[in-house]
Each structure stands twice: as structure tokens, then as C-alpha cells.
């Protein structure tokens, strides 16, 4: 399924089911001795380049256990991610049947244990509901 963005978006579309797989394999990649970013957002939007900066400042040890691409999505509103106003989010779905709890696109961020969308921009509830909506598999 297409992703409708805003006015200068960027297309990113990332399934639950493929964030798990990268999740799984950053944690393999970690037990084996860490991460190394180098060369991470040389040549990102001004946004990522932003959320990777903050994401050195980060204690050792919160940086040896979060992967970098985690932290990037879950980081804020990056310019990459559509309003909320543009994606039509609403705290309360009319459908109960179709909620970002069972959204493909949900996930609870790591840090601050908040949920956020892989589509759209701040954080959402549960209950909430965008025209992004996919079936979680």
C-alpha cells in the first residue's frame, strides 16, 4: 500500500513486521560486540542529521542498547513523517475494528515507553485511528 505524504515528505514505509525483523537483527548484532554509526546521515535530511546528533549526546549506555534507526523514527517529528492533520489522526477511531492498536505501522517507543507511527508525525493513542491504517499482520 502507497503512503500519501505532505507537501515535501520524503516516502518511508515500514511494516511492523519488517521493523522486527531489523529490531532482531540489530539485537544479534549488538550481543556481538555493539554498534558503530561512522558514517550514519552524511548525507540525510537536516532532520535526521538532527535526531543523530541528539542521539550521540545520549548516555553510553542507552546508546550501547538502542539501535540508532530506532531512536531516528521514534525521535520526534521528523520531516520524513506526515502530520497528523494531513493523515487525518483522530485520538478516538469510529471503528473499533480499525485502531492503531492493530495497525501494521504502530509501535511503542523504547525510551519513554510512548506509542508512535511509523507514518505520521507525534505520538498517538491506542484507540486513535489515520487514513494510513493497515491490518497488523
Not at 500519501?4 to 519488517?18: F, T, Y
Not at 554509526?37 to 549506555?61: C, M, R, S, T, W
Not at 483522530?90 to 504502530?106: I, R, V, Y
Request: charged share 25%; net charge positive; aromatic share 10%.
Amino acid at each position: 500500500m502507497g503512503v500519501r505524504l505532505s507537501p515535501g515528505a520524503q516516502k518511508i514505509n515500514i511494516s511492523m513486521n519488517d521493523m522486527r525483523k531489523y529490531m532482531k537483527l540489530l539485537e544479534d548484532h549488538h550481543r556481538e560486540g555493539g554498534f558503530s554509526y561512522d558514517q550514519a546521515g552524511k548525507n540525510a535530511p537536516a532532520a535526521v542529521q538532527q535526531a543523530i546528533a541528539e542521539f550521540h549526546k545520549l548516555p553510553e549506555k542507552v546508546k550501547k542498547t538502542t539501535p540508532l534507526l530506532y531512536y531516528i523514527l521514534g525521535s520526534g517529528t521528523p520531516d520524513y513523517k506526515m502530520s497528523q492533520e494531513d493523515s487525518e489522526y483522530t485520538d478516538q477511531s469510529s471503528n473499533p475494528n480499525m485502531t492503531c492498536a492493530n495497525c501494521e505501522f504502530a509501535y511503542q517507543k523504547v525510551i519513554n515507553k510512548k506509542f508512535i507511527c511509523s507514518q505520521i508525525r507525534d505520538h498517538i493513542q491506542l484507540e486513535g485511528w489515520c487514513n494510513q491504517w493497515v491490518k497488523g499482520k
